[in-house]
C-alpha cells in the first residue's frame, strides 16, 4: 500500500500531539471488551471464593459436605487440591487457600463451582467451621510493641546525627501518621481460564503483571510455564491492586478449568473485592528535627513503620520507596532514617500508586509545616530555605544525585505566576475575623521529587515485537498492560512516528 503524503505528514507530527484514544470510541459506546464481557461458553461454569468470617484462629475443621450436596454446585476445593499452596511476588509465603492459620478476615480457604451464584450463595450458608480464636493485631503500635517486623531495612545513615540534634537551636519531636486507601478500580478482580488441547490452559485476567499471573497459575496447578498463556487486554482500572493480587484469583480459576475441562470464570463483587484484597499501606513516623533560628534543617532522625497486613506481598519494596522519599524536595544534610515493615491481622497490603513514596513525602512536609509553626514563619519560606540547590547540596539521604534540579527555579516562578504572596496577605486579613466567623483559611505550596524506576535494576528493561505488513500497517506487541492510562496510544504515537505512517495505521496487541 502506498502511504499518501499527507498521512506521512500526519505521521511525522503524530508525538505529543492529541490523537484519538486507541479505545475511546469503543469506551464511550460501551463496545470495548473487558473480562466480563467476554461472550458466555455453553459448558462454562462460575467460580466463587469462600474467606473465613474471622480475622486470626487456628483451624480446627471446615466440613462443606452439605454445600456439596446443594443444587447448582459442581465442586468445592481446598488447599488439598492445589499443586503448590504458597506464592508470593518476593517471598513466597502467602498461602492461596487457608490451611492452618487464618491470618485476616475473609482470607480465601475453599474455591467452589457453581451453575450460578444463587446456588453458591445458598450453598455457602451450609459450610461450617470450627476454629480457635488467636490473640489479633490490628495497629501498627500493637506491632511494634509485639516486635512483628516481617521485614527490617537497611537505614540510610548520614554523619552524626545525635550530635547534630543537641547541638541545634530547635529540636521537634513528633509522630505522624497516614491510614489505608482503597483502590477501588471499577472493574473488580476478574478471571476466566478456558481448558485448551493437551491440558494447556488459556488465562483472561484484569492483571497489571501478566507473567506472574501466567507463572502462579502454573505452579498452583503443577503445570509448565509454557503450558499456560495470560493474556491481558485491557484492565478497568488497577492503580497497584492488581500488580500481585490479581495472580491469585486466576489461579483459582484455573485450578476449576484444569480439574473439570471447562471454561472457568470468577468474577468478585466489589465488596468481594474490598474484603479479600490489600488496601495502601498505612505508615507511622516517630521523628526528631533540628533546625536553625531561621529554619534550616541540621538533621533528621526517622523511624518508619508501616501495616504490611498479614503477609510480605510487596511491602518490603514499599517501605524502601517510602524511605527514598521521606526528604521530598530537601536537602537534609544529617540524617538515620530506618524502615520497618510490620505484621498485622489486616489484609496484606499491596502495591497502590506512589507505591510507598506519597507516604514518606506527607510526613516531611508535615514536619515542614512544623517547623514554620515553632519558628512562626510562613512554611513557603522554610521549604524555599532548604530545597536542594547548589548552595545547599543536591546529595541525597541515601547517596544520589539529584540531577537536572529545577525544584528552586519551580518554586520561584510558582510563587509569582500563582499570585502567593498577596493570596497569604488576603487569608491572614480573613483569619482576624476567625472568632467571628469561627472559619479559618490556610494556604501552602509543596513541592515533589519521585524516583521512577526499579530499585531491583535488572526489572528496568523492556521489550517489544514490531510487525510491519507488506500493506504498510503494523502490529506492535510489548510488555505494558493497559489500565486506562492511554499506554497503547502512545506506544502507537511513538511508532507511527518512528516509521513515517499514519497512527490509524498501528495496532497495538493485548499483552
Given amino acids: 500500500m502506498k502511504l499518501s503524503s499527507v498521512e506521512l505528514n500526519h505521521a511525522e507530527a503524530s508525538v505529543g500531539k492529541n490523537i484519538i484514544h486507541d479505545a475511546g470510541i469503543t469506551h464511550v459506546t460501551g463496545e470495548s471488551i473487558y473480562i466480563d464481557d467476554r461472550p458466555r461458553l455453553q459448558n462454562e461454569v462460575d467460580v466463587f471464593v469462600i474467606g473465613a468470617p474471622i480475622a486470626h484462629a487456628e483451624v480446627l475443621k471446615v466440613d462443606f459436605s452439605e454445600a456439596l450436596k446443594q443444587p447448582g454446585i459442581l465442586a468445592i476445593y481446598d488447599y488439598r487440591d492445589l499443586h503448590h499452596n504458597v506464592w508470593g511476588p518476593i517471598v513466597e509465603e502467602q498461602p492461596l487457600l487457608v490451611e492452618k492459620i487464618v491470618r485476616h478476615f475473609d482470607e480465601p480457604i475453599l474455591i467452589v463451582a457453581a451453575d450460578s ?221 530506618e524502615g520497618f515493615a510490620m505484621r498485622t491481622n489486616h489484609l496484606s497490603n499491596t502495591a497502590f500508586r506512589g507505591f510507598g513514596g506519597p507516604q514518606g513525602n506527607l510526613c516531611i512536609e508535615a514536619i515542614i509545616e512544623e ?16 530545597l536542594y540547590s547548589k548552595e545547599n547540596g543536591v546529595l541525597t539521604p541515601y547517596g544520589q544525585e539529584v540531577e537536572q534540579n529545577v525544584l528552586p527555579e519551580l518554586f520561584k516562578e510558582l510563587e509569582l505566576t500563582s499570585g502567593y504572596q498577596q493570596r497569604l496577605k488576603e487569608i491572614t486579613e480573613y483569619n482576624k475575623e476567625s472568632l467571628r466567623t469561627k472559619k479559618i483559611r490556610s494556604l501552602s505550596m509543596t513541592g515533589c521529587k519521585f524516583g521512577i524506576a526499579f530499585t531491583a535494576r535488572f526489572l528496568n528493561q523492556g521489550n517489544a515485537l514490531v510487525n510491519l505488513h507488506r500493506d504498510g500497517t503494523v502490529q506492535v506487541s510489548t510488555g505494558a498492560t493497559e489500565m486506562g492510562q492511554g499506554v497503547n496510544t502512545k506506544i502507537q504515537q511513538i511508532v507511527a512516528t518512528a516509521l513515517g505512517l499514519a497512527p490509524k495505521n498501528v495496532k497495538v496487541m493485548a499483552t
Fill in 117 to 337: 451464584r444463587e446456588a453458591f450463595e445458598k450453598a455457602k450458608k451450609l459450610v461450617k467451621f470450627d476454629f480457635k480464636l488467636l490473640p489479633g493485631i490490628y495497629s501498627i503500635d500493637e506491632a511494634i510493641s509485639q516486635k512483628t517486623a516481617l521485614y527490617t531495612a537497611t537505614p540510610f545513615v548520614r554523619g552524626d546525627v545525635d550530635k547534630v540534634l543537641k547541638e541545634a537551636d530547635h529540636v521537634i519531636k513528633g509522630a505522624f501518621e497516614c491510614g489505608g486507601q482503597e483502590h477501588f478500580y471499577l472493574e473488580s478482580q476478574a478471571s476466566i481460564v478456558y481448558p485448551m488441547e493437551n491440558g494447556q490452559l488459556e488465562v483472561h485476567a484484569s492483571s497489571q503483571h501478566p507473567t506472574e499471573t501466567q507463572h502462579l497459575v502454573a505452579h498452583a496447578i503443577g503445570l509448565g510455564f509454557h503450558e499456560v498463556v495470560c493474556v491481558v487486554k485491557r484492565m478497568g482500572g488497577g492503580f497497584g491492586g492488581k500488580e500481585s493480587q490479581a495472580a491469585p484469583f486466576a489461579a483459582y480459576a484455573g485450578l476449576v478449568a484444569h480439574r473439570l475441562k471447562r471454561p472457568a470464570r470468577l468474577i468478585l463483587t466489589k465488596d468481594e473485592d474490598m474484603q479479600m484484597t490489600g488496601k495502601r499501606h498505612p505508615f507511622k513516623f516517630f521523628y526528631e528535627i533540628g533546625f536553625s533560628n531561621v529554619g534550616k534543617i541540621d538533621g533528621l532522625k526517622v523511624q518508619i513503620f508501616s501495616d504490611a497486613g498479614a503477609y510480605a506481598d510487596l511491602s518490603s519494596s514499599i517501605l524502601e520507596r517510602a524511605m527514598f522519599h521521606i526528604d521530598g524536595s530537601y536537602f537534609i544534610p544529617c540524617c538515620l532514617i
Fill in 371 to 386: 517547623v514554620a509553626r515553632t519558628i512562626k514563619k510562613d512554611s513557603l519560606e522554610i521549604r524555599k530555605l532548604n
